[in-house]
T-cell receptor, first 111, second 117 residues
């Protein structure tokens, strides 16, 4: 089983749609959680951190459920520029520091 | 924000040759840098953790004699792919941690696309 698993995608949505991505992690020693965005042939860029209390940044809302080991990302009012791959990222700190990336979910927003 | 650069951004080499990739932290001193590899449509896979002044820590399955890592200064880590083969063709990305920032903050370089012919 992969340490971080994401929706397989790709998601094809029209502009203005709301889309939700899910992610599960298996290591209970996971300490911090993030969503990154990666454009084609580019490095990942931090989109937002994820907290149990939930956090919102404009059209983006992230949520963490530690009991279920589940992370979500909601994008409202999708824009063409949101088209990218969204990576679920988990940091594990057990004797060292390790970052685990999910395989990513591809989003295509179309006019 | 913190900036990490990589050089070269793209390299094509012949099978059997060695390629060196540089990762630099431009406005902070990075005691720890990470090297990742990403194959098409796959996630980033951590190859090794590079610690300034000490030996790198390699992930399981990554050959340390093939992927040589040197972190001789607080702003530079290098990854050398020795005797490269076509299966080493991939997108190599480094990241660096700023010790003055929270432990989970990583700053990624723009990546190096390696093609071995």
């Amino acid at each position: 089983r992969k340490e971080v698993e994401q929706d397989p995608g790709p998601f094809n949505v029209p502009e203005g749609a709301t889309v939700a991505f899910n992610c599960t992690y298996s290591n209970s020693a996971s300490q911090s959680f993030f969503w990154y965005r990666q454009d084609c042939r580019k490095e990942p860029k931090l989109l937002m951190s994820v907290y149990s209390s939930g956090n919102e940044d404009g059209r983006f809302t992230a949520q963490l459920n530690r009991a279920s080991q589940y992370i979500s990302l909601l994008i409202r009012d999708s824009k063409l520029s949101d088209s990218a791959t969204y990576l679920c990222v988990v940091n594990i700190i057990t004797g060292g520091f390790k970052t685990i990336f999910g395989a990513g979910t591809r989003l295509f927003v179309k006019a | 924000g913190a900036v990490v650069s990589q050089h070269p951004s793209r390299v094509i080499c012949k099978s059997g040759t060695s390629v060196k990739i540089e990762c630099r932290s431009l406005d902070f001193q990075a005691t720890t840098m990470f090297w990742y590899r990403q194959f098409p449509k796959q996630s980033l896979m951590l190859m090794a953790t590079s610690n300034e002044g000490s030996k790198a820590t390699y992930e399981q399955g990554v050959e340390k004699d093939k992927f040589l890592i040197n972190h001789a200064s607080l702003t530079l880590s290098t990854l050398t792919v020795t005797s490269a083969h076509p299966e080493d063709s991939s997108f190599y990305i480094c990241s660096a941690r700023d010790p003055g920032q929270p432990i989970y903050e990583q700053y990624f370089g723009p990546g190096t696309r390696l093609t071995v012919t």
